[in-house]
Nanobody, 113 residues
Framework: QVQLVESGGGLVQPGGSLRLSCVVS????????MAWYRQAPGKQREWVAQ???????NYADSVKGRFTISRDNAKNTVYLQMNSLKPEDTAVYYC???????WGQGTQVTVSS
């Protein structure tokens, strides 16, 4: 079974940056389509970005131009570089293997002055 471990969250001021990491167990990571989701308090979990095995990416309109998803297949890791952070980006961030219901524990991102 695939296991996911997210890290890299924290408290940052508006306009700041963070880089999230997600390490994925399994020998076929390079074939997975990976995604980042987030869930703010009192709201449903929402899709943020995804990257296919070949490297093509897609983003939610709310983060386009500010966030960048990438992957390192040698390290079984997917990243989310978050720049120009806004208070509305505050949420628990999760990574996911598209097509599975397996989730990690998430990592808290708080954007506040």
């Amino acid at each position: 079974q695939v296991q996911l471990v997210e890290s890299g969250g924290g408290l940052v001021q508006p306009g700041g940056s963070l880089r999230l990491s997600c390490v994925v167990s399994g020998s076929i990571f390079s074939l997975y389509t990976m995604a980042w989701y987030r869930q703010a308090p009192g709201k449903q979990r929402e899709w943020v970005a995804q990257i296919i095995s070949g490297g093509s990416t897609n983003y939610a309109d709310s983060v386009k131009g500010r966030f960048t998803i990438s992957r390192d297949n040698a390290k079984n890791t997917v990243y989310l570089q978050m720049n120009s952070l806004k208070p509305e980006d505050t949420a628990v961030y999760y990574c996911n293997v598209i097509g599975t219901s397996t989730w990690g524990q998430g990592t808290q991102v708080t954007v506040s002055s």
